[in-house]
């Protein structure tokens, strides 16, 4: 079955501590997100990366930043946590585009507060 | 730009009750389409989908077709059960954005017994 995992369902962390998301998948997929999920905006793409050291901006990437040293782990990575960061955060893997055939699969979610 | 939207919620139906959630996309040449679903406290889990303009994508007695004509991918279920209450997602990805999902805001189903 695959799988992506994400390290903890929930999180309450301080202002201004910086705080790691993992996220790890074993379907050795060359893609992976991080997607932010808030009531009435759905899913915003915050980073992705398409290989290993490799990252691009998606839609919301201030105050973020990621990091991919191995082809299974993807760490979303938060500075300075501020309250405006409380969020649903989502991980998602998938294979390389090669065609029209692919799809994202998602970990089970990290619910962060910020207090 | 490339955008979707979908129907507002939420959506409440009787069991047995005929579900349609509207989506509506916007994209140059032909996405690939996708119906998420998201269950009470869980991430999100592929519904259907489908790669080019016609297709039917089914699963679990939800069906959704590709209309390019009209630029739409409604989902439909004849007959609602109480665990289908879930969040449902419509989205698109184009073929050279490597895998990158744009999605709808979400459709909040539940359903009473």
């Known amino acids: 079955d695959v799988k992506v995992t994400q390290s903890s369902r929930y999180l309450v962390k301080r202002t201004g501590e910086k705080v790691f998301l993992e996220c790890v998948q074993d379907?050795?997929?060359?893609?992976m997100f991080w997607y932010r999920q808030d009531p009435g905006l759905g899913l915003r793409l915050i980073y992705f990366?398409?290989?290993?050291?490799?990252?691009e901006k998606g839609d919301i990437p201030e105050g973020y930043s990621v990091s991919r040293e191995k082809k299974e782990r993807f760490s979303l990575i938060l500075e300075s946590a501020s309250t405006n960061q409380t969020s649903m955060y989502l991980c998602?893997?998938?294979?390389?585009?090669?065609?029209?055939?692919?799809?994202?699969?998602f970990g089970q979610g990290t619910r962060l507060t910020v207090v | 730009g490339n955008s979707v939207t979908q129907m507002e919620g939420p959506v409440t139906l009787s069991e047995e009750a005929f579900l349609t959630i509207n989506c509506t996309y916007t994209a140059t040449g032909y996405p690939s389409l996708f119906w998420y679903v998201q269950y009470p406290g869980e991430g999100l889990q592929l519904l259907l989908k489908a790669t080019k303009a016609d297709d039917k994508g089914s699963n679990k007695g939800f069906e959704a077709t590709y209309r390019k004509e009209t630029t739409s991918f409604h989902l439909e279920k004849g007959s609602v059960q109480v665990s289908d209450s879930a969040v449902y997602f419509c989205?698109?990805?184009?073929?050279?954005?490597?895998?990158?999902?744009?999605f709808g805001q979400g459709t909040e189903l539940s359903v009473k017994p």
């Open positions: 998602a893997s998938s294979l390389k585009w090669g065609g029209r055939r692919t799809e994202a699969f």
């Open positions: 989205a698109l990805t184009r073929y050279n954005q490597g895998g990158k999902l744009i």
């Open positions: 990366s398409y290989d290993v050291k490799m990252k």
């Open positions: 379907m050795d997929h060359e893609n």
